[in-house]
């Protein structure tokens, strides 16, 4: 049974931090490339970050560079965002997703979601 849990959300003030962790059970970790996504009221899921299935590449959408950093663990299926500097307008749940491309097919899993609220 595919499994990605998140956890690490919560409330935050702007400028301070937090880290979200992604739990992937299931299916084999290391071959799939990790994302997360955010998604605020009112707005369409955006992707955040992505890093590649041995996390030799990373790439970040322009609102969260110099700010957030996509990291995993291998060992211990794990995909974490360590989020800093955090502003309002990075409310939104957050979302961990895994895909993988083969022979067979795609593959395209996602978790359900953290709630990172910011506000003073």
């Known amino acids: 049974q595919v499994q990605l849990v998140e956890s690490g959300g919560g409330l935050v003030q702007p400028g301070g931090s937090l880290r979200l962790s992604c739990a992937a059970s299931g299916f084999t970790f290391s071959n799939y490339a990790m994302k997360w996504y955010r998604q605020a009221p009112g707005k369409e899921r955006e992707l955040v970050a992505h890093i590649s299935s041995v996390g030799g590449s990373t790439n970040y959408a322009d609102s969260v560079k110099g700010r957030f950093t996509i990291s995993r663990d291998n060992a211990k299926n794990t995909v974490y965002l360590q989020m800093n500097s955090l502003i309002p307008e990075d409310t939104a749940v957050y979302y961990c997703?895994?895909?993988?491309?083969?022979?067979?097919?795609?593959?395209?899993?996602w978790g359900q979601g953290t709630q990172v609220t910011v506000s003073p």
């Open positions: 997703n895994a895909f993988t491309r083969n022979i067979l097919g795609a593959y395209n899993y």
